[in-house]
């Protein structure tokens, strides 16, 4: 583990490790670790999960407990060694110019993580940046350069586009295929997997990650998570020329916080954010919403749940080598957009061209058609089975009384959506079911660890009144817009 830490530093999918105020110089790969004496609540870190569904900058949701600063390593003296991070520059290039040099990149960051394996598993979906990775990984065994077996890992619902697509995709490159379910069972799993690791994420983003850490025989896993960020310039969905400000919504919309507390962690948040733009000085604005999309959102939810899979077995992210990430950051906005992908494929396995494309049911790239087939467009019923299988478990965590000894907490917001909220059977979570899982987890998390609140705890006022109401308003609207949208 030693060498992976040194050897990726400067990688966007790099790990962040846990140190504590007792000794920098020290670093662990669990909370547990850095908790001998269990803690008090970081409200700023609460704060975070609340509006972004992950904590901001370094820290933990306890204080003088931090990650490991992004892009950085320990040098002899034990000082802090920040790697030089790429600039955005506004490069013009054709998409067939933009293969042609990202297939060479790609196949160069494959082969740094292959060499010496025996076998391999690819984390593919039926998504755009997965298929790429397995696509790069052929062409290096077509060519020799990789002689090891491949395994290609999916997880999902039966019939769902992911595990169909990637079945396909593992077949016409003659490798073993392994599908891992999901499930009520595994997600209850991993609401306590996600306490055990800090609660830092909502149990939802974990699949079916413990599952595949068991996986045995192989010497390392492959993933493509990056690739949409990278190349496609696309996060959660939206184009990188058009990223708003990082705290421009997803506030605390459901009141869970006390104003009072709120407030107070609102500034520390936005000290944390200045000091991390501070490190990168000189920079556009477009360029700082970029890099706090990958500080903040890729390092802290996507990485910290990769975390589960690391620890039994060797994780790496393709594109996100400084060296293909710093060429594609090089190019203009305009110019990372889907048809880098069309023409990558085309160079590398045009027959991934012919396979739908999981987020449509329809080839890459192509608007307007109806699916090609009936398959299920999303891989889980995270929604449903949180309101109807684990509703009760969930509730009674929440009501346990381990979250009002916090001291930050609104207890009246907390019992009004215990109480309001839906149990409707749409298979998709939402915003309030991916918070209901994570305060599931934060109250066994801090009843584990024996997680103090804050001294003193934050005073109820008369905004908390408004903003509760504000609260039940808005997400009754919320959820009428999802039912016009059938979402």
Same mark, same amino acid.
């Given at each position: 583990m030693s060498l992976m830490r040194h050897k990726y530093f400067d990688h966007l999918g790099a790990r962040s490790y846990f140190v504590d105020k007792r000794d920098a110089a020290v670093s662990y790969s669990h909370i547990a670790n850095a908790?001998?004496?269990?803690?008090?609540?970081?409200?700023?870190?609460?704060?975070?999960?609340?509006?972004?569904?992950?904590?901001?900058?370094?820290?933990?949701?306890?204080?003088?407990v931090k990650r490991t600063p992004w892009l950085s390593r320990?040098?002899?003296? /034990?000082?802090?060694?920040?790697?030089?991070?790429?600039?955005?520059? =506004?490069? %013009?290039?054709?998409?067939?110019?933009?293969?042609?040099?990202?297939?060479?990149?790609l196949r160069d960051e494959a082969l740094s993580f292959l060499q010496g394996k025996k076998k391999i598993g690819i984390l593919l979906s039926g998504g755009m940046d997965s298929r790429v990775v397995a696509a790069v990984v052929k062409n290096l065994q077509d060519d020799g350069l990789y002689t090891g077996e491949v395994v290609a890992l999916t997880w999902g619902i039966d019939e769902s586009r992911d595990v169909v697509y990637s079945q396909r995709i593992a077949e016409s490159f003659n490798w073993e295929f392994r599908h891992f379910p999901v499930n009520a069972s595994v997600l209850k799993k991993n609401i306590h997997i996600a306490a055990d690791r800090g609660a830092e994420y909502s149990p939802v983003h974990l699949h079916a990650m413990s599952s595949v850490s068991q996986t045995d025989g192989i010497d390392g896993?492959?993933? /493509?998570?990056?690739?949409?960020?990278?190349?496609?310039?696309?996060? =959660?969905? %939206?184009?990188?020329?058009?990223l708003p400000s990082i705290l421009s919504k997803n506030v605390n919309h459901f009141s869970f916080m006390l104003c009072s507390a709120e407030h107070s962690a609102q500034k520390t948040i936005l000290e944390d954010l200045a000091n991390d733009r501070a490190r990168y000085p000189g920079r556009s604005e477009a360029s700082y919403r970029e890099i706090e999309m990958q500080l903040h959102y890729m390092r802290r939810q996507l990485n910290s749940c990769m975390e589960v899979i690391d620890d039994r077995i060797p994780v790496y992210q393709m594109f996100s080598d400084p060296n293909v990430f710093g060429f594609m950051w090089s190019l203009h906005p305009s110019c990372r957009t889907d048809r880098n992908y069309e023409c990558l494929l085309q160079i590398l396995s045009n027959k991934l061209l012919d396979l739908p494309w999981a987020r449509t049911g329809v080839r890459y790239n192509e608007n307007g058609s109806n699916p090609e087939d009936d398959l299920k467009k999303l891989n889980n019923c995270y929604g449903k089975w949180l309101r109807t299988d684990l509703r009760d478990f969930v509730i009674d965590e929440i009501s346990s009384g381990a979250l009002k000894t916090l001291g930050i907490f609104n207890e009246r917001s907390l019992d009004m959506w215990v109480r309001h909220w839906p149990s409707s059977t749409k298979s998709k979570a939402d915003r309030l079911d991916e918070k209901m899982a994570w305060l599931?987890?934060?109250?066994?998390?801090?009843?584990?660890?024996?997680?103090?609140?804050?001294?003193?705890?934050?005073?109820?006022?008369?905004?908390?009144?408004?903003?509760e109401k504000k609260a039940f308003i808005h997400t009754q609207l919320y959820h009428a817009t999802l039912g016009v949208l059938k979402r």
């Open positions: 908790l001998i004496d269990g803690g008090v609540i970081d409200p700023a870190a609460v704060l975070g999960v609340l509006m972004k569904n992950y904590i901001l900058s370094d820290r933990t949701l306890v204080q003088g320990k040098n002899e003296e /034990g000082k802090w060694q920040y790697a030089e991070l790429p600039k955005h520059g =506004s490069v %013009r290039c054709p998409p067939d110019i933009i293969a042609t040099k990202l297939k060479e990149r896993i492959l993933a /493509g998570s990056y690739g949409d960020s990278i190349g496609r310039g696309e996060y =959660s969905g %939206r184009k990188v020329r058009s599931a987890s934060l109250s066994l998390f801090v009843k584990k660890y024996n997680i103090q609140g804050i001294s003193p705890p934050a005073r109820r006022c008369s905004t908390d009144w408004f903003a």
